[in-house]
Nanobody, 120 residues
Framework: QVQLAESGGGLVQAGGSLRLSCAASRRIYAMGWFRQAPGKEREFVVALSWSGGTTLYADSVKGRFTISRDNVKNTVYLQMNSLKPEDTAVYYC????????????????WGQGTQVTVSS
């Protein structure tokens, strides 16, 4: 089993920045983020392989969000810049030992979620 612990959510004005963190209890191949806004389905945001050699971004966040990881700390970071009200959602960290993809079913482990609210 792998436990994921997210932190860093909060309230920010449009155009502002936030950084989310997700610490895994052990080394794991793929780590990423999904989000779910009220009344909407969960959607893929970004994911990164262990080496950092493979990174996937949703088109809606390209150029604004950056994912990185610290493999010593088993932690992945999501730097979110130029935030928009439509980025408001609960952000979930996800991880898997073998798969890296854009679909939620490809990830075996999930965090509890952290709220990000962007005011206009």
């Amino acid at each position: 089993q792998v436990q994921l612990a997210e932190s860093g959510g909060g309230l920010v004005q449009a155009g502002g920045s936030l950084r989310l963190s997700c610490a895994a209890s052990r080394r794991i191949y793929a780590m990423g983020w999904f989000r779910q806004a009220p009344g909407k389905e969960r959607e893929f945001v970004v994911a990164l392989s262990w080496s950092g050699g493979t990174t996937l971004y949703a088109d809606s966040v390209k150029g604004r969000f950056t994912i990185s990881r610290d493999n010593v700390k088993n932690t992945v970071y999501l730097q979110m810049n130029s935030l928009k009200p439509e980025d408001t959602a609960v952000y979930y960290c996800a991880a898997d030992r073998a798969r890296l993809g854009r679909a939620g079913h490809e990830y075996a482990y999930w965090g509890q979620g952290t709220q990000v609210t962007v005011s206009s």
